[in-house]
């Protein structure tokens, strides 16, 4: 046959085209009735995160501003009604308490126990929602602030900390789904201890002594909490600070040099800031990101959240209220919570699908082929273990294993013996160049040449030569050889299908004569 590294392009595509069409009946069938597995086949390998894109389990300067650029999707959520307008969308996830000077990084070990928690939340301002979050090989299940419930999902048993964050148990390594309802007004620990609220004032010694000496001034004037957290904002607010991508690089006391010399920063930089004012207030204070806000897709109703998105803001602790978010963020550039990363993203000059800038039929494509993605995304995630035993009780099984294998079993080598056969006929009818060379030889075998299956062209004009009369012998050498040689012709396909009508048309015409006539 051809060489296929001969092939035209055309060829090519639609040999491949058409292996993909026969393995789609088989692929249908193995996800269809393969037995469905909870968790990963495999176990983690032993960097879980290499490779990965969005939120970490420290915070520094730089570490979120990165990921306005990335595009990739954090999560969906599709909400009963409309969802809450974009001020109330904080996405929380891994929240900070102790500070190294540089970094933040969580406060308490997973393993030890945790104090109480307690969330009040207005009823009226309940919402309910749906998230489908995507892989990170992290263990964080993202919610509205705040959560009235743990998440309802198969794969994990979630639990949720003291500050609020929700784990999963396990590394989510693949995409999943699970139902949520959070409250958007409520009170949070309004009762924590004295004991607890003294885990979150820690400060590492002798740094930042502008920013201690700023909180000194800040508690004399101010006469109380709630004051003091008021006046701090203030300060940001009309001290001239801008919101950018790229702020300066910061040294060892990187709270000072970014309050009183640079003025410039991302969210992350506001928030770690204000975290350490509060603290040298004696106010209780910590870090909390995740992400902020989020596009909603009018062609399939989904709330689109991004690594773009990602944000970082602050949470205090104030007597009667518990704790409080306070966004720093939005006492410098509002425009970041009210309206999104892809704001900031414009003015910064970066082209993000989401930015406001963008073309109107980029983003309408961009619209309809994520709502096409996601269609498909949700039904793979709605076809679980359970739907899988209804479909098999529906063909008159008992919904178990055994039954499950059996049905495999007799469904597979039904589909690979239709796909066999499909196979055989179509290469029989697709091979105009063997049609022609039985022809001749049947045209041979009636003048009186003893033919057969195997023999080449060679041997049959060997035998020609010894049946039939010259002329018609040296005719048949001329038509075998043509056979021989476009049997292993390179020529196009367009000229080796134009020669073997000829050919054929040539044998038609072809009546040899026995030379014993």
């Known amino acids: 046959n051809l060489d296929e590294t001969d ?58 501003s990165k990921l306005l650029e ?47 928690i307690s969330i009040q939340g207005d009823p009226r301002s309940i919402v309910s929602y749906t998230v489908t979050l995507e892989a990170n090989n992290r263990d964080w299940l993202f919610a509205l602030e705040a959560p009235a419930e743990l998440p309802a999902t198969r794969e994990f048993s979630p639990r949720m900390l003291s500050d609020m964050q929700i784990i999963a148990g396990d590394l989510v390594r693949q995409r999943v789904r699970y139902d949520m309802r959070s409250f958007t007004r409520y009170r949070f620990n309004a009762q924590a201890t004295e004991t607890e609220r003294r885990n979150w004032l820690d400060l590492p ?89 989020g596009e909603l897709n009018p062609v399939d109703g989904f709330l689109t959240v991004r690594q773009s998105d990602a944000h970082a803001w602050s949470e205090v602790w104030l007597a009667e209220r518990g704790w409080v978010r306070i966004d720093p963020t939005a006492a410098v550039a509002p425009m970041r919570i009210d309206q999104g990363a892809s704001e900031i993203a414009r003015q910064s000059g970066l082209n993000l699908p989401g930015a406001a800038g ?97 023999l080449g062209p060679r041997e049959l004009y060997a035998r020609s030569k010894r049946a039939l ?12 050889s043509r056979v021989e040689r476009m049997r292993y012709s390179r020529g196009s396909e367009a000229v080796v299908r134009a020669d073997i009508k000829t050919l054929q048309r040539a044998i038609r015409d072809f009546h040899p004569r026995s030379i014993s006539a």
Not at 19 to 30: D, E, G, Q, S
Not at 50 to 57: I, M, Q, R
Not at 410 to 425: E, F, K, N, P, Y
Not at 474 to 480: E, N, Q, T, V
Request: glycine share 10%.
């Open 7 to 64: 092939l035209p392009a055309g060829r090519k595509v639609k040999m491949v085209g058409w292996t993909l069409l026969k393995a789609l009946p088989l692929t249908a069938v193995l996800f269809l009735l393969f037995p469905r597995i909870s968790g990963p086949l495999w176990g983690t390998p032993g960097d879980v995160n290499a490779g990965n894109t969005g939120l970490s389990n420290s915070m520094a300067p730089g570490s979120i």
């Open 70 to 116: 990335s595009t990739e999707i954090a999560l969906r959520a599709r909400f009963e009604g409309a969802p809450p307008s974009n001020d109330k969308l904080y996405w929380r996830g891994p929240v900070f308490g102790t500070f190294t000077g540089r970094t933040w990084v969580p406060l308490q070990q997973r393993t030890s126990p945790a104090p109480p």
């Open 205 to 293: 010694p002798t740094y930042n002594p502008r920013t201690m000496q700023l909180a000194d001034e800040i508690r004399g004037r101010a006469g109380s909490d709630t004051a003091r957290v008021n006046e701090a904002l203030d300060f940001l607010r009309r001290g001239g600070y801008q919101y950018t991508l790229s702020p300066p690089r910061l040294g060892r006391n990187s709270v000072d040099e970014f309050l009183f010399d640079t003025r410039q920063g991302y969210c992350e930089h506001y928030s770690s800031a204000f975290v350490v004012l509060m603290r040298a207030m004696g106010i209780p204070a910590r870090v909390v990101t995740g992400y902020q806000g």
């Open 358 to 454: 963008s073309f109107a039929w980029l983003r309408s494509v961009r619209f309809n082929w994520e709502a096409v993605e996601n269609s498909w995304n949700q039904w793979v995630l709605s076809y679980s273990q359970g739907r899988q035993r209804d479909l098999v009780g529906l063909l008159g099984l008992a919904p178990n294993a055994e039954s499950l294998a059996l049905l495999l079993a007799v469904v597979v080598t039904i589909v690979l013996g239709v796909m066999g056969s499909l196979a055989l006929r179509t290469r029989k009818q697709r091979d105009p160049l063997g049609d022609a060379f039985r022809l001749l030889r049947d045209r041979l075998d009636r003048a009186g040449v003893v033919t057969a299956d195997h």
């Open 469 to 480: 009369m010259p002329e018609d012998a040296r005719r048949a050498r001329k038509l075998l």
